[in-house]
C-alpha cells in the first residue's frame, strides 16, 4: 500500500453535502473581518468593537456551510453557560468560505477552519480578548473538498484531509501569529483501490497519535487507515504502515483511548465500529472485529467517537439514527461494551464534542439546523439532554472552548 505525492484537485464536491431547513445565527457579520486574498498571509485589520460575553460563560465557535441555501455567513462564534450548558449567539467570522470543520490551536490562540469547496482552502483565525477574531488569512490545500483539520500537538504544522481527491495536506504555521504558510506536503492515497461503490480515495480525517511520533490519515473510499511519519524541519509525510478494513467498511473518524493503547473507529458505509490496537513503537493501527453501533440494520451513518478522559466511556453520533450511542470501555482500553442509545434531539448529528472540563456534550445536528447539549453524568457516562437546541445554520460542527 502506498501513497503518492501530487498537485491535482480532484472531482466535483456533490457527495457531502446533507442539507436540511435552517435558520440563520441572529448576530451580524460585524463581529468578523473580511477575508483576505487566498495567498495573502497577513492579518487582517481587527475592528474596534468590543465582544462582552456573559459572566460565566465560556466561548464556542460553529462551522457551517456558506454555499448552500439556510447555510451561515462564515464561522458562527458565540458563548455556553458553564452551569447549565444554555448557548447564546455573539457574532460571525464572515468571509470564511464553506467552514465545514474547526480545529483550535493548542495555545488557544488561533482557530483554524477547512474552505470546503473545490479549490480546497484552510483558513486561520487569531483569537482576541474581548474583541472579534481576526482573519488571518487563507492556503490552498491542494485539493478538493477538505473536511478535516488537525494541529500537531507542537502547534507549527496544520494537517488537512482534501474528501473530493484523496489527499492529505501539510501547513507550517508561524509560531507568533499563527498564520499560515505555503504547503510544505501533499500525499493522495494511491492504493489500494477504491473499496465497493466508491469512486476513488476519500481522505475523511487526519489527526496525531497521543506521543506525536506518528500522523494517522483515515481514507473512507480505500477502506485504509495510513500511519505517516512526520519529517522535519521540511514538513513532509512519510508513510510507514497502512492498516487495511474490510472491503466497503468505509473508515471515518478515528479517536485515541486515553492510554495511547487502542483506538475506536467509527466506520461509515457499513454501520460498524473497531476497536484498534496501536503500537505506538512503530505506528502500526492493527484493526479488531467490527461491532455493532446499537442502531439495528441497515446503514446509520455513524459519525464519530469521543472518548472520557479518564478512558472509562465511549461515545458515538449516529446520523441516520439520530442518536448517541454509550459504550463502556473495558480491559484497559481494548474492549467496547454498548451499553444504551440515546435520542440526539435533532436530524443527522454530523460532529460532536465535549467542554474541557467533559460537564457537557455538544452535538452539531446538520439536517435539523441544530445544536443539543447534554450533561455528562461522570460516575456512569449517562447522557441527559438540557432542553430545546439551540438554533443555528446546517450546523457541522462545534468548538467548545
Known amino acids: 500500500m502506498r501513497a503518492a505525492r501530487t498537485g491535482t484537485a480532484g472531482a ?10 435552517a435558520a440563520g445565527l441572529t448576530a451580524t457579520a460585524g463581529a468578523g473581518a473580511a477575508l483576505p486574498t487566498r ?10 468593537r468590543r465582544v462582552r460575553r456573559p459572566a460565566g460563560t465560556r466561548p464556542l465557535f460553529l462551522g457551517t456551510y456558506t454555499s448552500q441555501p439556510g447555510g451561515g455567513t ?10 447549565t450548558g444554555r448557548i447564546t449567539t455573539t457574532g460571525v467570522v464572515a468571509g470564511v468560505a464553506d467552514p465545514s470543520y474547526l480545529a483550535m490551536a493548542p495555545s488557544g490562540r488561533t482557530l483554524y477552519a477547512v474552505d470546503e469547496q473545490e479549490q480546497g482552502a484552510v483558513t486561520a483565525m487569531a483569537l482576541r480578548p ?4 481576526v482573519v488571518l488569512g487563507s492556503r490552498s490545500t491542494g485539493g478538493a473538498g477538505p473536511c ?5 500537538p507542537g502547534g507549527r504544522r496544520l494537517l488537512s484531509a482534501n474528501y473530493l481527491s484523496g489527499s492529505v495536506a501539510v501547513h507550517p504555521i508561524d509560531p507568533a501569529t499563527g498564520a499560515l504558510g505555503e504547503r510544505t506536503d501533499l500525499v493522495t492515497h494511491s492504493s489500494p483501490p477504491p473499496g465497493p461503490g466508491q469512486d476513488g480515495p476519500h481522505a475523511h480525517q487526519i489527526i496525531t497519535s497521543p506521543d506525536g511520533r506518528y500522523v494517522l490519515a483515515v481514507d473512507l473510499g480505500n477502506d485504509t487507515v495510513y500511519t ?11 508513510q510507514v504502515s497502512a492498516a487495511a478494513l474490510r472491503p466497503g467498511a468505509g473508515p471515518r473518524h478515528l479517536t485515541f483511548h486515553p492510554s495511547g493503547a487502542f483506538a475506536y473507529l467509527a466506520n461509515e458505509v457499513d454501520n460498524t465500529v473497531v476497536v484498534c490496537r496501536y503500537d505506538c513503537r512503530t505506528g502500526r493501527l492493527t484493526p479488531g472485529a467490527p461491532q455493532s453501533t446499537g442502531t439495528g440494520p441497515g446503514t446509520s451513518f455513524p459519525a464519530q467517537f469521543l472518548v472520557t478522559r479518564d ?12 442518536s448517541l450511542t454509550r459504550y463502556a470501555v473495558e480491559a484497559a482500553g481494548a474492549r467496547l461494551r454498548l451499553l444504551d442509545t440515546v435520542p440526539v434531539g435533532g436530524d443527522f448529528p454530523r460532529q460532536i464534542a465535549f467542554s474541557p472540563d467533559q460537564r457537557w456534550l455538544f452535538a452539531a445536528n446538520q439536517k435539523s439546523g441544530s445544536v443539543t447539549v447534554f450533561s455528562v453524568d461522570a460516575r456512569t457516562g449517562a447522557l441527559s439532554s438540557t432542553g430545546a437546541p439551540f438554533v443555528a445554520p446546517v450546523p457541522v460542527c462545534v468548538v467548545p472552548l
Open 311 to 322: 478512558g472509562r466511556f465511549a461515545y458515538l453520533a449516529n446520523r441516520g439514527h439520530n
Open 228 to 238: 505517516y511519519r512526520l519529517e522535519e524541519p521540511a514538513g513532509r509525510l512519510v
Open 39 to 48: 495567498e495573502d498571509a497577513r492579518p487582517a485589520p481587527a475592528t474596534r
Open 12 to 21: 466535483g464536491i456533490g457527495r457531502r453535502r446533507f442539507l436540511g431547513a
Open 74 to 83: 462564515g464561522v458562527g462564534v458565540g458563548a455556553y453557560d458553564t452551569t
Open 148 to 152: 478535516h483539520l488537525s494541529v500537531h
Open 130 to 133: 474581548d474583541s472579534p477574531p
